[in-house]
C-alpha cells in the first residue's frame, strides 16, 4: 500500500489487518513510556488547508507515538494564505524531503492530484465532500470492538445494520463509511429527507430510506452525522427544529432503538439539533471510544504505509 | 562408534540414545546422520559461533530434535530457570512471537508440575523495534500481551531459535518500554550460533552448529501438529531468524 486515499483502495484482508494492528496500538495508549521506535527518522507533515481538532491532533499523536517526527502546516498563517498553489504547495514540503504527507482539503481530490505529484506517501485525511478514509477506518474499529465478544472474536461484519443518518449529500464520512462497511459485508442505511441525498445514491450498495422511525429499531449501529451550519439556510430543509423532529437521534429515538445497539457520531456534535445530549452522553453511546480508535488506527495507518523498506 | 563418540561430549546420554534409536524410522533423518548435526554439548564455548564443518553440507533437511527431545530440553530449561531464580518469585515468562510463546507456555507447565506454582507467561512482539524494518517491506506486527507489571520482576524471555542475536536486542528495548525489570534472562530452545551481537542465552535446550546459509526450523504441535527442530539447507542467509 502506497498512499490512502479512498477507502475503496482497501480490500476486506487490508481493512483486517489495518484494524488488528491498530488493536495492538491502542495497548500503547495504557503504557508507560507511549512510543515505538517503528517510524525513527522518518518525517510526516500534517497539511491542513480546513480547521480539523481530532482528525488533525490524532494524526499528530499517531506519528509522535511512532517516533516519526511531525510537522504542522495549516493554510492559515502560511504561503497558502499570500495565494500559492496547491500544486506549489504540495512540491514545496515534498521538496524538503518528507516521508509522508497528510492532506486535508476543501476540494474533493485533491490529496490524489498531490499523489500524482511527489513520491512522498499521501494519506487523505478529508477532502472536501468526497472521502475520509481514517474515520471510516476508526468507526469500523470502534464498531468491531463494539460487538466483538474476545480479542479473538473474528467478527463478521455480515449481518450488522448500519443506519447512517443526516446530510449523506456533503458528507465525506457518509461516503467513506459506505464503502468500507460494504467490503466487510455490512448492511448500510442511508436514511436522511431527499434533499441530503446525492444523485446517484442508487448505484451505492446500501438501502435508502426517508423514515428514520422505521430504520431505528432494525440498526445494530446508528451514526449521526452533524449538519452543517452552512447547510442550515441553504434550503436542504425547512428549520433546525424541523429537522431533529424528523432526522434527530432524540430522547424518545434512544428509547425505539434495538437493544444491543449503539450510537456514533463522527464528530464535532451539534447537540440538540441531530444528536440529544441524552444519545451524546448515553451508555451506548460510542463517541468517545471514536476518539481514542482515531489515533490506534492512525498509527496503524501510518505503520501500513511507512514502516517497510522503499 | 557413534555412541560413544556422543557420551564422549559427557551431556544427555538419553537423548543420545533416543536419537540412536529413533535413527531407523527417522524419514527425515538425511541418511547418515552426520555427527555434528545435532550435539548435547552445553557447553557454549565449543559451539557458539563456531564454524560449521565444511564437509557437514547437506542437500536434505535434517532432524535436530524430535519431540521427546523438545519435551526434556523445555523440562531442563524449566528446572533450570527455577533454580536460578531460586523458585518461581516475582518470575514472569515472556514469549516472543510467533514460537516464543507456546515454549513459554510449556515452560510455565513444567514449573506448575514441579512446584505447583502458576507462573504468569505473556507475550513480547519485537517487530517495531527491530533493526531491520527498512530493509523490507512492511513486517507484521504480533501481539504483545502484559500478563503482570514487568517492573522489579525476574523476566525471562523465550524464544524458539537464537541466531545473530538482533531480535534478543529488540526485545530488550520493547521490554525496556513496558518498565524496569529486576533482571532480564534468556532462554532458547536452540542455539544455532553466528551471534552479531554481544548477546548470549542464559538457559538453552539445544546447541546446534549451523552453515550461514541454513534455515533452522523448529516446529511446535500448537501452531505447526508436529513437535520437531530441522535444519533445512538454505540458499542465502535467513533473515526472518534471530
Not at chain 1, 135 to 145: G, N
Not at chain 1, 275 to 286: G, M, Q, R, V, Y
Request: aromatic residues 4%; hydrophobic residues 40%; neutral net charge.
Amino acid at each position: 500500500m502506497r498512499h490512502l486515499l479512498s477507502a475503496a483502495d482497501l480490500d476486506r484482508d487490508q481493512i483486517t489487518e489495518i484494524l488488528d494492528l491498530a488493536e495492538e496500538m491502542s495497548l500503547v495508549q495504557g503504557r508507560p513510556v507511549k512510543k515505538l521506535p517503528a517510524l525513527r527518522g522518518r518525517t510526516v507533515v500534517n497539511l491542513f488547508f480546513e480547521d480539523s481538532t481530532r482528525t488533525r491532533s490524532s494524526f499528530e499523536i499517531a506519528g509522535k507515538w511512532l517516533s516519526a517526527d511531525v510537522i504542522n502546516i495549516s493554510a492559515k498563517g502560511s504561503s497558502v494564505s499570500k495565494g500559492e498553489s496547491l500544486r506549489d504547495t504540495v512540491l514545496t514540503v515534498a521538496a524538503m524531503g518528507v516521508d509522508a504527507l497528510v492532506i486535508r482539503h476543501h476540494a474533493s481530490g485533491a490529496p490524489w492530484q498531490a499523489s500524482r505529484w511527489i513520491d512522498a506517501h499521501v494519506l487523505n485525511a478529508g477532502d472536501g465532500t468526497h472521502e475520509h478514509p481514517t474515520q471510516a477506518l476508526l468507526d469500523a474499529f470502534t464498531i468491531r470492538r463494539h460487538f466483538r465478544r474476545s480479542v479473538d472474536d473474528q467478527l463478521n461484519f455480515e449481518g450488522k445494520t448500519v443506519a447512517i443518518v443526516g446530510d449523506i449529500t456533503h458528507s465525506r464520512v457518509a461516503r467513506s463509511n459506505v464503502l468500507l462497511l460494504n467490503t466487510l459485508g455490512a448492511q448500510v442505511i442511508l436514511v436522511a429527507p431527499p434533499t441530503l441525498l446525492p444523485s446517484g445514491v442508487e448505484s451505492w450498495p446500501v438501502l435508502v430510506c426517508n423514515d428514520f422511525d422505521q430504520v431505528l429499531p432494525r440498526a445494530d449501529i446508528v451514526m449521526m452525522l452533524r449538519v452543517q451550519r452552512e447547510r442550515m439556510s441553504g434550503g436542504y430543509f425547512p428549520t433546525p427544529r424541523e429537522y431533529t423532529i424528523g432526522y434527530g437521534l432524540t430522547r424518545p429515538r434512544l428509547g425505539a432503538m434495538k437493544p444491543g445497539a449503539a450510537i456514533c457520531h463522527p464528530g464535532p456534535m451539534n447537540r440538540g439539533l441531530e444528536i440529544s445530549a441524552d444519545a451524546a452522553d448515553a451508555a451506548n453511546s460510542l463517541i468517545l471510544d471514536q476518539v481514542a480508535a482515531g489515533v490506534s488506527v492512525r498509527m496503524s495507518v501510518l505503520y501500513e504505509l511507512l514502516g517497510g523498506g522503499e | 562408534m557413534l555412541r560413544s563418540s556422543f557420551t564422549a561430549l559427557g551431556y544427555r546420554p538419553d537423548a543420545v540414545l533416543r536419537r540412536v534409536a529413533s535413527r531407523p524410522r527417522g524419514g527425515l533423518l538425511s541418511g547418515t546422520g552426520a555427527p555434528h548435526a545435532w550435539s548435547g554439548n552445553s557447553d557454549p564455548a565449543v559451539n557458539a559461533g563456531s564454524e560449521p564443518r565444511p564437509d557437514g553440507a547437506s542437500l536434505e533437511s535434517r532432524l535436530v530434535m524430535n519431540a521427546d527431545q523438545i519435551a526434556r530440553a523445555c523440562a531442563r530449561m524449566a528446572h533450570q530457570i527455577l533454580e536460578a531464580n531460586q523458585g518461581a518469585n516475582d518470575l514472569v515468562l515472556m514469549g516472543i512471537p510467533t514460537r516464543g510463546v507456546p515454549l513459554a507456555h510449556r515452560l510455565a507447565k513444567v514449573m506448575d508440575e514441579l512446584e505447583s506454582v502458576r507462573v504468569p507467561v505473556g507475550a513480547l512482539d519485537v517487530t517495531m523495534y527491530r533493526d531491520d524494518l527498512r530493509r523490507q517491506p512492511t513486517r507484521a506486527v504480533g501481539h504483545t500481551d502484559l500478563p503482570v507489571e514487568v517492573e522489579g520482576s525476574t523476566v525471562v524471555l523465550v524464544d524458539d531459535v537464537l541466531y545473530s542475536g538482533r531480535t534478543v536486542r529488540a526485545a530488550l528495548d520493547a521490554l525496556g518500554d513496558l518498565g524496569r525489570p529486576r533482571v532480564v534472562r534468556l532462554a532458547v530452545l536452540v542455539d544455532r550460533g553466528h551471534r552479531e551481537l554481544p548477546i548470549h542465552a542464559d538457559h538453552v535446550g539445544s546447541y546446534v552448529p549451523t552453515r550461514t546459509g541454513e534455515h533452522v526450523s523448529v516446529r511446535l504441535a500448537e501452531l505447526d501438529g508436529i513437535n520437531q527442530v530441522t535444519i533445512e539447507p538454505g540458499s542465502g542467509p535467513d533473515r526472518g531468524e534471530s
